[in-house]
């Protein structure tokens, strides 16, 4: 990876061949296998069967933005042509509130909307201070898992509505996709938009499924990527281009922070990305593959998590 992201610089990916084509089994090494299972579900489900009909051929993305400083800004967004909208992430460790404001402020200076995820870093008193000096920057889309919990996540929404005329749009990420019951966030009022990924979710018909029971509470959905390769992106694509709406610009343009990836990444024009799926090139695999011991790592891990899969 070109730089550091989610406190990693290497991403390692299962590639999975089957009559529909290519999928990608992908969870971080931290997961354990219930979890990684849900995983494997999705890559299975793209190499096996085909892509839902999609309803449009280009799905707009948002420029991501490390948390670098402020004189790193302009050469990270020079690898997302076009986008309007850029994350942001912020509350990483060992920084302060200080550099959350001014990595913010020197995006804002170049991309008109601005959203920021804290991957739930926050605790609610920082949550309600930090957001509340960010929108004095510049007026946020949304503001991602600003704190790690349920409970938090709905008294940092409801403090900021009091605080904030109109408040600050909530999203959540973690909450759903690393939840037992991903509408349990919805229902206690602790989110306005939510944040989707194909992997975690257990693959594109789920995610779509969630989606429309989101719909009906009147939360929309922003697909995003898992720090996918070329190959996953294509799923999270698929995802988005059959969503009957689609309010905001998703978070699938990751693939410009590898230097290396298992097939040609697809180039973002005018801030979109075209829909389609990708095939792995023998020697886009072959620059990539791990060694053998680590290789063995990963295939006892699929076979325990098929194991798991009902």
């Not at 084509?21 to 971080?28: I, L, Q, V, Y």
């Not at 096996?48 to 302009?74: H, K, M, Y």
């Not at 991957?119 to 960010?134: K, P, Q, Y």
Request: net charge negative; glycine share 10%; hydrophobic share 45%.
């Amino acid at each position: 990876m070109r730089v550091r992201f989610r406190g990693i610089t290497e991403r390692e990916v299962v590639l999975v061949e089957g009559p529909a084509g290519w999928g990608e089994f992908g969870p971080f090494p931290e997961y354990d296998d219930a979890e990684a299972a849900e995983w494997l579900r999705s890559a299975l489900e793209s190499a096996w069967l085909d892509d839902p009909e999609p309803l449009r051929s280009d799905v707009p993305v948002n420029a991501t933005v490390p948390a670098v400083d402020p004189d790193q800004v302009a050469g990270i967004l020079a690898r997302f042509p076009g986008a309007h909208t850029a994350k942001v992430k912020v509350a990483e460790r060992g920084q302060d509130l200080a550099q959350d404001v001014a990595r913010v402020r020197a995006v804002h200076a170049l991309v008109p909307h601005v959203r920021v995820d804290a991957n739930g870093g926050w605790s609610v008193d920082d949550a309600v201070t930090a957001l509340t000096a960010l929108a004095a920057e510049a007026p946020l889309e949304y503001a991602e898992q600003p704190c790690a919990t349920v409970p938090e996540l709905v008294e940092v929404r409801r403090r900021l509505q009091d605080d904030i005329p109109g408040g600050i749009r909530i999203a959540a990420d973690e909450s759903i996709r690393r939840a037992g019951d991903p509408m349990r966030v919805v229902r206690a009022g602790g989110a306005d938009v939510a944040i989707v990924k194909v992997a975690p979710l257990g693959g594109v018909r789920r995610l779509l499924t969630l989606a429309g029971e989101l719909a009906d509470h009147d939360v929309p959905v922003v697909v995003s990527s898992a720090l996918d390769s070329a190959v996953g992106m294509g799923a999270g694509l698929a995802a988005a281009a059959a969503l009957p709406d689609l309010p905001f610009a998703c978070g699938l343009g990751t693939g410009g922070f590898f230097t290396a990836d298992v097939a040609t990444p697809r180039s973002m024009s005018n801030g979109t990305l075209t829909v389609g799926r990708v095939a792995p090139s023998r020697s886009g695999i072959d620059a990539v593959r791990v060694d053998a011991e680590r290789e063995r790592w990963w295939l006892d891990r699929v076979r325990r998590c098929h194991s798991l899969l009902g």
